[in-house]
């Protein structure tokens, strides 16, 4: 369907700054209108670490700010713990992590409500925020927030096994095959840490493992409602900014990043090495080929942050796309025809410019240009469950460490990297 410009509704620019990987650092964060954490805001999962980032994340002035949990913030997730409500039978070393024992998980979820009540943390769910303040942008949006990481095995948090099409599916038997969790808990979209809390939250419930092994990873993903305007995951999509070098059980990466802005995908292949591979989760990739949101938020693989704007066209039969394996739940995903890798304006960490993402076309950086989406249920005034408007989705690997330990040389950082994004604008006739 196509609409005129005059049909759309109403869109404002807002400011969101994203930023991942923290690991107990409390970085300077520049101004914005919304704040987004991607996970690990920890190193280590203590209930001390913990404590201190919610309470940096708290005082730093944005109108509202979504946080969700990372493989190591091993203290949020419930499945963790043996005195998790699942009393679940895990092995002793779940229930001890980087030879520390393991908070009451409850009393870390706690934490947000007494040091955190401006955060909306989001544990494979999905929340409404509206920003209502009269001096910022009053624009609404859907969010949708999962901490799950693939193929770590049993040793970190919010794990997940791969599906079998999955490019990295038993490629290193240590990290792929790293145990289901025993009578481990499906959690429904909508699980709830602060049930006192308003925050849009669909379905709400309480102290659910959002994240199991008992369950394929395409259903996991499956569960992003397909009305999503932003997506904050903590791995990132297969092939999207996910270029790591594997080192040891925890699946991440170390060392300089070997592809250079505008590298061919053959001229990539030359520069990586052995031991680099495309660490992201395919079906995830598979599950925003059908949902298409605005924007992708994503961490986890330290040296791969960056941002590109990825361009989808309609496939052209169904027979196509499942034998790309973009087909999903009788939904035909998208396939990706361009991808615009973005420059950053001001890539030095020392510098005060900000790393800009500019998606509203108003822009003098290079590569600004509006994005191309439009919920076409919105132009037309009713549901039809077609996304064909959603024609763009721009993904930001927004890690802050950019070293992995033992950190040689001492830690290294990047910038935390800021999206101006067209957002709907509230209802006059409603209280936004």
């Known amino acids: 369907m196509n609409s005129s410009p005059s049909d759309r509704p109403p869109t404002r620019r807002t400011r969101i700054v994203c930023i991942s990987d ?76 980087h030879n520390l024992s393991l908070p009451n998980p409850e009393e870390c979820l706690s934490l947000f409500g007494a040091h955190g009540p401006s955060i909306t943390y989001l544990r494979h769910e999905s929340a409404e925020v509206k920003l209502t303040h009269p001096k910022g942008p009053r624009t609404k949006f859907k969010v949708f927030g999962s901490p799950g990481t693939p193929g770590l095995g049993e040793k970190w948090a919010f794990g997940y096994e791969r599906d079998v099409n999955d490019p990295n599916c038993a490629r290193n038997p240590h990290q792929e095959n790293g145990g289901g969790r025993a009578d481990a808990t499906e959690m429904k979209s909508g699980s709830q840490s602060n049930p006192e809390k308003e925050t849009g939250r669909s379905d709400p419930q309480s102290h659910f493992s959002p994240i199991s092994n008992s369950i394929s990873a395409k259903e996991i993903w499956s569960s992003i409602p397909p009305d999503t305007d932003i997506l904050v995951t903590h791995t990132p999509p297969y092939g999207h900014y996910d270029l790591g070098v594997v080192r040891g059980s925890d699946g991440s990466d170390d060392g300089p990043s070997p592809t250079r802005t505008g590298e061919t995908g053959e001229q ?165």
Not at 272 to 296: I, K, N, W, Y
Not at 375 to 392: A, L
Not at 410 to 416: I, L, Q
């Open 268 to 432: 990539e292949a030359e520069t990586r090495t052995e031991t680099d591979r495309h660490l992201g989760c395919h079906s995830l990739l598979q599950r925003l080929s059908v949902v298409r949101p605005r924007l992708h938020v994503c961490g986890h693989v330290h040296r791969a942050r960056g941002a590109e704007r990825v361009r989808w066209s309609p496939v052209s039969s169904p027979s196509a796309s499942v034998s790309m394996g973009m087909e999903d739940d009788c939904e035909i995903g998208w396939i990706e025809s361009i991808t615009e890798k973005w420059t950053d304006p001001s890539p030095d960490p020392k510098s005060g410019k900000i790393s800009l993402v500019d998606l509203t076309g108003r822009g003098r950086e290079e590569g600004s240009g509006k994005l191309d989406w439009v919920d076409v249920d919105t132009v037309i005034g009713k549901s039809t469950g077609g996304r064909e408007g959603r024609k763009e989705t721009c993904v930001v690997n927004c890690a802050i460490l950019a070293s992995n330990y033992p950190h040689v040389g001492g830690k290294r950082f990047h910038k935390p990297v800021v999206v101006d994004l067209e957002l709907p604008v509230c209802e006059e006739s409603q209280e936004c």
């Open 22 to 97: 923290t690991h107990n650092c409390t970085i300077k964060l520049p101004k914005g209108d919304v704040l987004i954490h991607a996970g690990d805001l920890t190193n280590q999962g203590s209930l001390s670490e913990l404590t201190k980032a919610i309470q940096w994340l708290e005082k730093a002035d944005f109108e509202a700010k979504v946080v969700i949990a990372g493989n190591h913030d091993k203290a949020l997730d419930p499945a963790s713990s043996s005195d998790s409500s699942q009393h679940q039978a895990i092995s002793p070393v779940i229930c001890h992590f």
